[in-house]
């Protein structure tokens, strides 16, 4: 009864879903239903044939073929009531239990000498109607319940069908949909399988790209409620259950396994269940009458609407003709469905066209005009640079429109503006003098102080530049002068004098003058120069206590800077320090008998120690061996020689091991126990060379027997008894009865009292031996009938 709450619970949701599908599904104002591509993945694995709870009896498999056929009856309905096929809905069946067969068929297959149902497809998309849905209600009561539970292999065989609708031109506007049926876990077996439960869910996440999927459960595990796993510990079997029927469902469009499910969508309710016949009838009565009520949406007007706001947003007297743009406009329709969403693409296609074609009006360029008149009525030879005003010109881009009038604006003010900034400027030219090279005459402003500049020009061989001479002035460079109009076509000339060599600098405008380097013997040599910078080529200087002595730093170890080498280990070779400049050795230099270094190099090792260390150990020690360790040199080095540590050897480690193999003597009667050799632990070797052993007190040898001893003589009137005993400590070992004696009769009174007489004695005499046959015989019989009770009872519980 809990599981037909469960299930009433999932149609209830399912019924709210359906009850809640966005306008654009169920349009209420459209003319044509939805043609549906329905694909129903059935569970048929063996527990399809179980009752769907206790109390509910009624068959799972039962439950299943009826409500599929009564969706498969009223689908047959609506499509008999449709004339155009490409509004009549489609259905496909799948199976799945076992192993998969990619033939259409309802196909079993046998293994291990059981039947099994393969997962396949049973028919490919039909359209049932009144006249023909018995073929398809046979495939449905064809089903037989039997095997596992793939819904990974189920899940791919759906994907197919889907892709196939989905490429399927003729049904471009069919809405597609896959209903998932099953009673149980993802198995290969009998337990869930992370593996075909993760499967299905990846197969789903590509089914769920083109359509809806819906899951169902006829199971004790079900509950939309749980989407996961809940607190610590382990997963149980419902969180499992459920979030992978979540997983599967539309619930979660990118789960990827069913424990990363992703976000759910939202307001989504694609997984339901049902725990009795009547909530699985109500489900499905739920379902078909929804899916039977879609009808077509209004087709999108988003980019009609797009294309109309981009319209209004333009002013339609910047353009030449904007009558085509209004046309489009009044055109569009507003009555279309999805099915004429062409038409409706055609209508945003239209007014983009038309406004695509739009003509701008022409900018206007008087202003330009009139700006670049101005320039050319300029003579440009008398300004400083006339480029800015050119460049302004030549920058005019023609052709501009009405909206690109500030742009053409900008272009009259960029040529007035340059025209502005020309600076009036005197025609005055530099004069070598004699001098070689190149300088640009100067861009002098008239009224306006004027710097002399630094000379490029390159002066005469053996002369040196001393100034620039304007009229009968020198001036140096630096000096200043305002030029007047009355300078114009005026000449800057450059003065020339001799060299004079009589300055000692070591460097010259950030220049060296160094000739020759300072070594570690002698001093460095410089060039003399003029006081105008120019350096000789032939003079020279020398700078005094320039030179730099020697430095022994570095060290080569060569026979020949050898100055002692080391007598063994302990001592290292010493080298004299060389030079790092001139490689002169110090053993050479009379004041530099310090500078040598003892090198890593020592003498050779002598192996005469004997240590006793784990990094010197050659051999380890055995039971009888002592260990042996390598000889060793007094800095620590290890040799190849190997001595015996002596006592170091470790003994015998013995232990008790009861093996056959190392049995020492066997019991010989009941009192006794079969002796063992130690074992060393070590070697193997046993203790036997020390006549060292041990008894195993759970041995015992066997019972020696006596022969039989008679307890009791049998009369005519009572039988006789006797038993056998170890003669070692007296236990019985077996009892016997003897037989009575036979009734013979006497031919004399006088035989037959005798014989009464020694019957009596006899009787007598067997009274008086401490006869103990009446206590062992019921007791006996006790232990028997007990041991026979045990077996009994032991019987019935092992079966």
């Not at 599929?68 to 008999?80: G, M, R, V």
């Not at 067969?101 to 039947?115: A, C, P």
């Not at 742009?407 to 004069?431: H, P, R, S, T, W």
């Not at 990094?615 to 020689?641: D, F, H, N, V």
Request: include cysteine; charge should be negative; aromatic fraction near 10%.
């Amino acid at each position: 009864m809990k599981i037909y709450k469960k299930v009433i619970a999932c149609i209830l949701t399912l019924m709210i879903f359906f009850a809640q599908m966005p306008v654009n599904v169920f349009a209420a104002n459209q003319k044509n239903n939805i043609p549906l591509d329905i694909v129903l993945v059935l569970d048929v694995s063996g527990s399809m044939e179980d009752p769907i709870t206790s109390t509910d009896t009624t068959k799972r498999i039962t439950i299943l073929k009826d409500s599929i056929n009564q969706f498969i009856e009223e689908f047959a309905k609506n499509n008999s009531k449709q004339s155009d096929e490409k509004y009549q809905s489609r259905i496909s069946i799948i199976k799945f239990a076992g192993d998969k067969s990619d033939k259409v068929g309802n196909d079993t297959y046998t293994e291990n000498r059981y039947r099994y149902n393969y997962t396949q497809i049973m028919n490919d998309f039909f359209t049932a109607t009144n006249d023909n849905k018995a073929k398809l209600e046979d495939v449905v009561n064809s089903i037989s319940p039997a095997g596992a539970t793939r819904s990974d292999f189920a899940m791919e065989l759906a994907l197919k069908q889907i892709n196939q609708s989905k490429n399927d031109e003729s049904r471009k506007d069919a809405k597609r949909i896959v209903f998932f049926v099953t009673d149980g876990q993802p198995t290969t077996l009998n337990n869930f399988d992370d593996d075909v439960a993760n499967k299905a869910i990846t197969a789903s996440e590509e089914i769920k790209k083109d359509a809806e999927v819906y899951t169902f459960g006829m199971f004790s595990l079900t509950d939309p409620s749980i989407t996961g796993h809940v607190g610590s510990g382990s997963w149980s079997d419902a969180e499992k259950f459920n979030a992978y029927m979540h997983g599967v469902s539309s619930n979660y469009s990118d789960a990827q396994s069913y424990k990363n499910l992703g976000t759910r969508a939202e307001n989504s309710a694609y997984y339901m269940g049902a725990k009795s016949s009547n909530e699985a009838t109500a489900i499905f009565d739920s379902v078909i009458a929804k899916l039977l009520s879609m009808t077509y949406a209004g087709a999108d007007y988003t980019d009609v609407d797009a294309a109309i706001k981009r319209a209004n947003s333009l002013n339609k007297d910047n353009y030449k003709d904007f009558s085509r743009v209004e046309d489009a406009i009044n055109a569009v329709n507003r009555d279309k469905d999805i099915t004429e969403q062409e038409v409706v693409n055609g209508y945003a296609k239209a007014i983009n066209e038309a406004i695509d074609h739009l003509e701008y009006k022409d900018a206007d360029y008087t202003k330009v005009t009139e700006a670049i008149e101005k320039a050319n009525n300029l003579n440009k030879d008398n300004y400083k640079d006339f480029t800015e005003v050119e460049k302004a010109i030549n920058a005019v881009v023609t052709g501009k429109n009405i909206t690109q009038q500030d742009e053409v604006d900008a272009m009259a003010k960029a040529i007035n503006d340059a025209i502005g900034a020309l600076v009036f400027q005197l025609k005055i030219k530099y004069n070598s003098n004699g001098g070689t090279g190149t300088m640009t005459n100067p861009a002098i402003e008239l009224d306006k102080e004027f710097t002399f500049p630094k000379c490029e020009y390159v002066a005469p061989n053996g002369k040196h530049f001393k100034g620039w001479q304007v009229d009968s002035t020198i001036y140096k460079v630096g000096d200043p002068r305002v030029f007047t109009k009355d300078d114009q076509n005026k000449e800057i000339k450059a003065v020339w004098e001799e060299h004079t060599f009589d300055q000692k600098l070591k460097e010259v405008n950030g220049v060296s003058t160094l000739k020759d380097k300072a070594t570690c013997t002698t001093n460095a040599i410089y060039y003399k120069s003029c006081t105008c910078g120019q350096v000789s080529t032939t003079e020279t200087f020398e700078d005094k206590d320039t030179k730099l002595g020697h430095e022994y730093t570095k060290q080569i170890k060569d026979e020949k800077y050898l100055k002692s080498q080391g007598s063994n280990c302990q001592e290292h070779d010493a080298y004299w320090y060389v030079c790092s400049r001139c490689d002169a050795s110090a053993k050479d230099d009379e004041n530099a008998q310090d500078k040598y270094y003892e090198s890593a190099e020592v003498g050779n090792h002598v192996y005469d120690q004997e240590v006793e260390s784990s990094e010197y150990l050659a051999t380890p020690a055995t039971c009888m061996t002592p260990a042996r360790y390598y000889k060793s040199c007094i800095c620590g080095a290890k040799g190849t020689e190997a001595f015996a540590a002596t006592g170091t050897h470790l003994g015998h480690a013995y232990i008790e091991v009861k093996n056959p193999q190392f049995l020492r003597e066997k019991a010989t009667n009941c009192k006794e126990h079969d002796t063992y050799w130690y074992v060393c632990s070590r070697c193997g070797k046993t203790s036997k060379t020390i006549n060292k052993y041990y008894e195993d007190k759970d041995s015992k040898g066997e019972h020696i027997s006596s022969d039989w001893i008679i307890d009791q003589q049998p009369t005519v009137a009572k039988e006789g008894s006797k038993h056998k005993e170890c003669t070692v400590c007296k236990e019985v070992l077996e009892t016997e009865k003897i037989a009575k004696l036979e009734n013979v009769k006497t031919e004399t009174k006088k035989e037959e009292t005798a014989s009464k007489k020694e019957t009596k004695v006899e009787s007598k005499k067997a009274v008086t031996t401490g006869d103990n046959t009446n206590s062992i015989v019921p007791m006996a019989l006790l232990g028997i009938s007990l041991l026979g009770i045990y077996i009994i009872v032991m019987k019935k519980y092992v079966r």
